[in-house]
């Protein structure tokens, strides 16, 4: 029989903390337990997360994975419309982007 599975929102297994430089955001997921952390490697892609960000018109995205730290951190290009000095958005250090990546869901069995 095959396994049940279900999603669950990232904010369930991990949290995050973002910060930029510039134009570039930085967001760091931290598992809550270490047993979670091949679910979020798996899943949590530089695509997803390039998709996710797409309606803020984000440039390259790259991963690091740290895995002796179950966290995987992501560094996205040109995502902050110019940064804190150049954005007349509100949010132009990106500090609650973090929140928006954990929306994404997560497969995990049921």
């Known amino acids: ?32 337990r270490a047993a979670d952390y091949p679910l979020l490697a798996a899943q949590l892609t530089p695509e997803r997360v390039a998709a996710l ?3 803020r018109g ?3 995205v790259r991963r690091y994975e740290l895995p002796r730290l179950a966290a995987l951190n992501f560094v996205i290009d040109a995502v902050l419309e110019g940064g804190v000095n150049g954005s007349l958005n ?9 929140f928006l990546l954990l929306t994404l869901t997560i497969e995990v069995g049921a």
């Open 1 to 32: 029989m095959a396994e049940r599975r279900r999603a669950v929102p990232l904010s369930e297994l991990a949290h995050a903390r973002s910060g930029d430089k510039g134009n570039r955001l930085n967001i760091g997921v931290f598992a809550h």
């Open 53 to 55: 960000f797409a309606h």
């Open 90 to 98: 509100l949010d132009g250090h990106g500090k609650t982007l973090a």
């Open 58 to 60: 984000c440039g390259a």
